[in-house]
């Protein structure tokens, strides 16, 4: 019985969550950058880490994040030192914030949790504006990028952060518009809600467009290839990140990885249908998590195939093509909501 | 609104137009130039070459290479060295078409004493510089891609490098410096199973061109990146110089192999691919073309090769050309490779003047860049081949 007080302390289980969430942000972004590193090199015939922790390299992320940390952390002569040292944390803090919200599985256990924990279920926190959240949320990450590349003194930097805004803002809109769409068909903004929705069917069939331009606009929004112009390292090093050392560094990279979960996790739960399987009976998580898997391993898969658009090129797709189709998308899903 | 009279930049004083633009002030944010030094260390540069660019935004107004990082002294190094070991020297100012260089020295220093070299030795020459082009364009081929994002092409080109390095390393020893050639003839015959595996090699990388035909040059976004920037008209790259793939893709078909044929060349049948409109795919297309017609001369010498000896019977103990000059034209991978020898009858030459590809292709940079975006520089200058060993020489 005694148990059973604990666990409907709203304190404790607020940790707990918290906890699990700042598990789960820490581990997911090792697991696929090992992925990204073993998947890319058998892609390109070679074969990727094979020395740390003796089995096919497995322990080679967490060699490199003792390395970060062994680093001496360089703060050029020129930088602005208090913004160059808070840039990384502005990027980082708003992308582990993302895992809060998302909802991993159903409430499988009855409720014991009180009023105020959040409900119960998979998931850290269930708001009523959940869409809102994320995708305000994720957006901020870009203010850090843009305070590294000025802090930085360094004028790849600079290029760098204003052409990973322009691209924010282009992308953004379109994102959103996808998103919304999604919520409009589900009637609701709370993503646990959305999941609920989409029990019998998946919104990707009706919202295939939607669900393109989603997955478009967040490979813009996380500088991956072919949109990783922000960072496109034959022309201006590494853009944002090019004065960086150590333990910052490694949280760039850290962001920039849980930033893949974070985006394909919003893109499972919108889309295709979160914790709701087809044929094979296993429990919810395991199914969100696969399909966080499938979408992540999709992003590596676009890294091996593609080259990097040019700048000018991407915001004429973005402002040209995905947002007007995004909007027709809102208008024809209004329409079908409104008549059947 | 103010209305101000500004001439614009580009208007020549007195022309039509000289002074009446009107430009309404506020309409056009006013922006600084901003001067942006590209290299020495810079990952897209491939070597020690330095562009220093002012920027207006993104588009570049002036480019300027600066280049003399690698300058190693090469012709004057040659001065000292005796005709011999020249060889050995060459292979290093271009390390990626190794054997092309050597072929060249061996070349001008037969010509000039008039050597007789062995009908098997001249057609092996042919194979390895064929060899050696192939095993050059597949770098390059790589790297355009690597340095447009696409991480892919790059590895695989290794893989492919790796089977011909292989091969190389059979018959002469090394990977990269192969000093196989001898004023003469060759250091020796090729090794048993050579011919073999040089044709399964032919197969194998034909069949997996395939793969470069896919990831970059069928690839929508490449195409994007790639087609209508940096374009080169013939006239303008035949003022400059530039020669090998570049001028073929400007539409010019001068290859001295064609032209003025040596070794074997004029025996066996092969096409000097061109391009259309001399823009930066242009390049990227003849390059991948040449690859194949590389492959072409390769299986015919494979066919044609005859027995006998590598070496003239009899070679002097000490090469003494005789007073003179010579200029020997190799087309080498990258472009034409000249070399202008002097001879006082020494054991070493008096002169060694070498026409590198690379000087040429590189002096083309300024014209190329000005006026395209900055991320274009990388598809520009990735497309201008050039070796910077072979530029400073």
């Known amino acids: 019985m005694i148990f059973y007080h604990f666990f409907s302390n709203p304190w404790v289980v607020f940790a707990l969550k918290l906890a699990a969430v700042f598990i789960f942000f820490l581990t997911a972004p090792l697991v696929l950058g090992y992925v990204e590193h073993k998947g890319l090199a058998h892609m390109q015939s070679r074969l990727g880490p094979m020395e740390a922790g003796k089995f096919h390299g497995w322990a080679q992320l967490i060699a490199d994040g003792v390395k970060f940390i062994q680093k001496e952390d360089i703060v050029p002569d020129a930088a602005d030192r208090r913004i160059f040292m808070l840039a990384p944390m502005v990027v980082i803090i708003p992308v582990s914030l993302v895992f809060l919200v998302i909802p991993f599985g159903p409430a499988s256990l009855s409720c014991h949790a009180p009023v105020g924990a959040g409900g119960c279920g998979f998931w850290g926190e269930n708001f009523d504006v959940g869409v809102f959240f994320v995708l305000a949320i994720s957006a901020i990450s870009v203010i850090g990028m843009l305070m590294a590349g000025w802090a930085s003194a360094n004028k790849f930097s600079l290029i760098g952060a204003i052409r990973g805004a322009a691209q924010l803002i282009a992308y953004e809109l379109p994102l959103v518009l996808a998103a919304s769409a999604v919520s409009m068909q589900a009637g609701t903004l709370s993503l646990v809600g959305i999941?609920?929705?989409?029990?019998?069917?998946?919104?990707?069939?009706?919202?295939?467009?939607?669900?393109?331009?989603?997955?478009?606009?967040?490979?813009?929004?996380?500088?991956?290839?072919?949109?990783?112009?922000?960072?496109?390292?034959?022309?201006?090093?590494?853009?944002?990140?090019?004065?960086?050392?150590?333990?910052?560094?490694?949280?760039?990279?850290?962001?920039?990885?849980?930033?893949?979960?974070?985006?394909?996790?919003?893109?499972?739960?919108?889309?295709?249908?979160?914790?709701?399987?087809?044929?094979?009976?296993?429990?919810?998580?395991?199914?969100?998590?696969?399909?966080?898997?499938?979408?992540?391993?999709?992003?590596?898969?676009?890294?091996?195939?593609?080259?990097?658009?040019?700048?000018?090129?991407?915001?004429?797709?973005?402002?040209?093509?995905?947002?007007?189709?995004?909007?027709?998308?809102?208008?024809?899903?209004?329409?079908?909501?409104?008549?059947? | 609104m103010a209305v101000t009279e500004l001439p614009t930049a580009g208007m020549l004083p007195g022309g039509p137009g000289e002074g009446v633009q009107v430009i309404i002030a506020g309409n056009e944010l006013p922006t600084h130039e901003m001067t942006l030094s590209i290299g020495p260390q810079h990952p897209s540069t491939h070597g020690v070459l330095r562009v220093v660019l002012t920027l207006d935004g993104e588009r570049i107004d002036t480019a300027t290479p600066v280049i003399g990082y690698m300058h190693r002294a090469f012709d004057k190094l040659s001065e000292a060295r005796d005709y011999r070991q020249i060889i050995a020297l060459s292979n290093r100012h271009d390390w990626l078409s190794a054997f092309g260089n050597e072929l060249g020295v061996a070349l001008a220093t037969e010509r000039l004493m008039s050597l007789e070299?062995?009908?098997?030795?001249?057609?092996?020459?042919?194979?390895?510089?064929?060899w050696n082009r192939v095993l050059n364009h597949l770098m390059f081929l790589g790297s355009f891609g690597l340095e447009l994002g696409a991480m892919t092409p790059m590895f695989y080109a290794f893989r492919e490098r790796e089977d011909i390095q292989t091969l190389m390393e059979m018959a002469t020893g090394a990977r990269m410096h192969f000093?196989?050639?001898?004023?003469?003839?060759?250091?020796?015959?090729?090794?048993?199973?050579?011919?073999?595996?040089?044709?399964?090699?032919?197969?194998?990388?034909?069949?997996?061109?395939?793969?470069?035909?896919?990831?970059?040059?069928?690839?929508?976004?490449?195409?994007?990146?790639?087609?209508?920037?940096?374009?080169?008209?013939?006239?303008?790259?035949?003022?400059?110089?530039?020669?090998?793939?570049?001028?073929?893709?400007?539409?010019?078909?001068?290859?001295?192999?064609?032209?003025?044929?040596?070794?074997?060349y004029s025996e066996v049948d092969f096409d000097v691919p061109t391009g259309e409109h001399g823009d930066s795919f242009d390049r990227f297309n003849v390059l991948y073309h040449r690859i194949e017609q590389s492959l072409r001369i390769i299986e015919q010498v494979h066919d044609k090769l005859p027995p006998g000896p590598v070496m003239p019977g009899k070679m002097p103990k000490y090469l003494k050309p005789p007073e003179g000059w010579t200029y020997v034209r190799t087309e080498n991978s990258l472009g034409?490779?000249?070399?202008?020898?002097?001879?006082?009858?020494?054991?070493?030459?008096?002169?060694?003047?070498?026409?590198?590809?690379?000087?040429?292709?590189?002096?083309?940079?300024?014209?190329?860049?000005?006026?395209?975006?900055?991320?274009d520089l990388i598809a520009v200058l990735g497309s201008v081949f050039f070796v910077v060993g072979d530029v400073d020489r």
Not at chain 1, 218 to 225: D, M, Q
Not at chain 1, 246 to 263: C, D, K, M, N
Request: charged share 20%; hydrophobic share 45%.
């Open chain 2, 179 to 264: 000093t196989y050639c001898r004023v003469g003839g060759l250091k020796e015959d090729l090794p048993k199973g050579f011919l073999k595996y040089s044709e399964v090699l032919v197969k194998r990388i034909r069949h997996r061109l395939l793969d470069y035909q896919g990831l970059l040059l069928g690839n929508e976004i490449f195409k994007k990146r790639t087609v209508g920037i940096g374009v080169l008209p013939g006239e303008v790259a035949k003022s400059y110089g530039v020669t090998g793939p570049i001028l073929h893709a400007s539409g010019v078909a001068e290859d001295s192999r064609k032209t003025e044929p040596y070794l074997k």
């Open chain 2, 117 to 130: 070299v062995p009908e098997r030795a001249q057609w092996i020459r042919m194979l390895m510089a064929e």
């Open chain 2, 336 to 375: 034409e490779t000249g070399y202008y020898l002097v001879s006082r009858g020494d054991t070493m030459p008096w002169r060694l003047k070498m026409r590198t590809p690379s000087f040429h292709n590189v002096s083309m940079i300024p014209y190329l860049l000005k006026g395209v975006l900055l991320p």
């Open chain 1, 195 to 340: 999941v609920e929705a989409q029990k019998s069917y998946w919104f990707v069939f009706p919202q295939i467009v939607g669900f393109f331009i989603f997955v478009i606009a967040s490979l813009a929004e996380l500088s991956r290839p072919p949109f990783d112009m922000p960072i496109a390292d034959s022309e201006i090093i590494f853009g944002h990140m090019t004065e960086y050392t150590g333990i910052r560094f490694g949280l760039f990279l850290l962001s920039e990885y849980a930033g893949i979960v974070s985006l394909s996790a919003i893109a499972v739960v919108l889309y295709l249908g979160g914790w709701h399987g087809i044929l094979v009976p296993i429990p919810g998580p395991l199914w969100t998590l696969a399909k966080i898997g499938a979408l992540s391993f999709l992003v590596i898969w676009l890294r091996a195939t593609y080259p990097r658009l040019r700048e000018d090129q991407l915001q004429k797709m973005a402002w040209k093509y995905l947002i007007p189709i995004a909007l027709v998308n809102i208008l024809l899903t209004m329409i079908f909501k409104v008549v059947f």
